[in-house]
T-cell receptor, first 111, second 114 residues
Framework: QKEVEQDPGPLSVPEGAIVSLNCTYS??????FMWYRQYSRKGPELLMY????GNKEDGRFTAQVDKSSKYISLFIRDSQPSDSATYLC???????????FGTGTSLTVIP | GAVVSQHPSRVICKSGTSVKIECRSL??????MFWYRQFPKQSLMLMAT?????????EQGVEKDKFLINHASLTLSTLTVTSAHPEDSSFYIC??????????FGSGTQLSVL
């Protein structure tokens, strides 16, 4: 079983829709959770960072962590064509450990 | 957010030459830096983990003599692809970890070996 599972999509939504992206994981020791956005031929850009459980909101983006279910989500409200990209989830257990990535979900927002 | 600078963004070289890619954390000291390779429409593939002042740790299957990593300071790591061949053509990305477990990426380097 992979450490982190992420539906690769592709996901296609109309402009203005709410997008839900998800990852599941198997290691209960994970404490640090991140979401990245990656445009083609660019490095991933950190969107959201969460330590332990709970929700975090930043503009149109909301990250949720449910450690009891080993499940994290990223919600994008009022999606825009500029949100079209690949979204990666990432997590780590504690300081000094490596990071584990999902395979990425390809999102297209149609004008 | 923190900035990780990666240069060059694109390099084209002849087969047999060596190419150096630089990765700098501009506004923080990175406890660890990572190097990845990414093929089109695929996820990141970790190549090696680099800690300042110590030898890099390479992932299984990555040739350490081909992909030389030097982590000279808390803000600079370099990846040298030695005697590059066409099969080394790929997108290479570095990342740097902060003290609170945030990971920031460079913009990537597209290597094309002719």
């Amino acid at each position: 079983q992979k450490e982190v599972e992420q539906d690769p999509g592709p996901l296609s939504v109309p402009e203005g829709a709410i997008v839900s992206l998800n990852c599941t994981y198997s290691n209960s020791a994970f404490q640090y959770f991140m979401w990245y956005r990656q445009y083609s031929r660019k490095g991933p850009e950190l969107l959201m960072y969460t330590y332990s459980s709970g929700n975090k909101e930043d503009g149109r983006f909301t990250a949720q962590v449910d450690k009891s279910s080993k499940y994290i989500s990223l919600f994008i409200r009022d999606s825009q064509p500029s949100d079209s990209a690949t979204y990666l989830c990432a997590m780590s257990a504690r300081t000094g450990n490596q990071f584990y990535f999902g395979t990425g979900t390809s999102l297209t927002v149609i004008p | 957010g923190a900035v990780v600078s990666q240069h060059p963004s694109r390099v084209i070289c002849k087969s047999g030459t060596s190419v150096k890619i630089e990765c700098r954390s501009l506004d923080f000291q990175a406890t660890t830096m990572f190097w990845y390779r990414q093929f089109p429409k695929q996820s990141l593939m970790l190549m090696a983990t680099s800690n300042e002042g110590s030898k890099a740790t390479y992932e299984q299957g990555v040739e350490k003599d081909k992909f030389l990593i030097n982590h000279a300071s808390l803000t600079l790591s370099t990846l040298t692809v030695t005697s590059a061949h066409p099969e080394d053509s790929s997108f290479y990305i570095c990342s740097a970890r902060t003290t609170i477990e945030k990971l920031f990426f460079g913009s990537g380097t597209q290597l094309s070996v002719l």
